[in-house]
T-cell receptor
Framework: GAGVSQSPSNKVTEKGKDVELRCDPISGHTALYWYRQSLGQGLEFLIYFQGNSAPDKSGLPSDRFSAERTGGSVSTLTIQRTQQEDSAVYLC????????????FGPGTRLTVT | AQSVTQPDIHITVSEGASLELRCNYSYGATPYLFWYVQSPGQGLQLLLKYFSGDTLVQGIKGFEAEFKRSQSSFNLRKPSVHWSDAAEYFCAVGAPGTASKLTFGTGTRLQVTL
């Protein structure tokens, strides 16, 4: 079956612009996660959605970052007024449920802020 | 809060040699433990996981890992490395009974020489 997909695969933007990154989870997966992977760093948790529950936003680094998940499926991560330090690979993952723990990752979106 | 340390940033082994990648965690109880592999330009793929029970777990691609509570370690091993194993490997920890967001180590890059 289809895995997690993300778009775009690459995004180059100018400092100060807003960007939207999209994630399509595996069908039937109720939990969705966003991570950020900076050069030489591990994965940094950003936000987590589970069904219709309020998202866990504890990892968002600033109020320039937001995410939504429509209809319990597709999610969009928005970064407003991008800064150069936002340059990273943004990874999306989904899991069958909140307690499934086994996460399936998409290929990521490489964001470059110039 | 849990944390993960992967002390080796980069490891080089010859094809056919054995491999051990180190992972140490910090958590107040027995966590859930994972190893993921990331090939260039790809998302993360789950190699194996430990929840409870037998401390030696088998995964895909011939990998295994051993949970050692006394050492707070979950090292990944493979008896004979193949050139296709060259990738970045991430250890991750999850807290049982809570939301399934994971804390990742900074990764170990494996290079395989022919």
């Amino acid at each position: 079956g289809a895995g997690v997909s993300q778009s775009p695969s690459n995004k180059v933007t100018e400092k100060g612009k807003d960007v939207e990154l999209r994630c399509d989870p595996i069908s039937g997966h109720t939990a969705l996660y966003w991570y950020r992977q900076s050069l030489g760093q591990g994965l940094e948790f950003l936000i987590y959605f589970q069904g219709n529950s309020a998202p866990d936003k504890s990892g968002l680094p600033s109020d320039r970052f937001s995410a939504e998940r429509t209809g319990g499926s597709v999610s969009t991560l928005t970064i407003q007024r991008t800064q150069q330090e936002d340059s990273a690979v943004y990874l999306c993952a989904s899991s069958l449920s909140r307690r499934a723990y086994e996460q399936y990752f998409g290929p990521g979106t490489r964001l470059t802020v110039t | 809060a849990q944390s993960v340390t992967q002390p080796d940033i980069h490891i080089t082994v010859s094809e056919g040699a054995s491999l051990e990648l180190r992972c140490n965690y910090s958590y107040g109880a027995t966590p859930y433990l994972f190893w993921y592999v990331q090939s260039p330009g790809q998302g993360l793929q789950l190699l194996l996981k430990y929840f409870s029970g037998d401390t030696l777990v088998q995964g895909i691609k011939g990998f295994e890992a051993e949970f050692k509570r006394s050492q707070s370690s979950f090292n990944l091993r493979k008896p004979s490395v193949h050139w296709s194993d060259a990738a970045e490997y991430f250890c991750a920890v999850g807290a049982p009974g809570t939301a399934s967001k994971l804390t990742f180590g900074t990764g170990t890059r494996l290079q395989v020489t022919l």
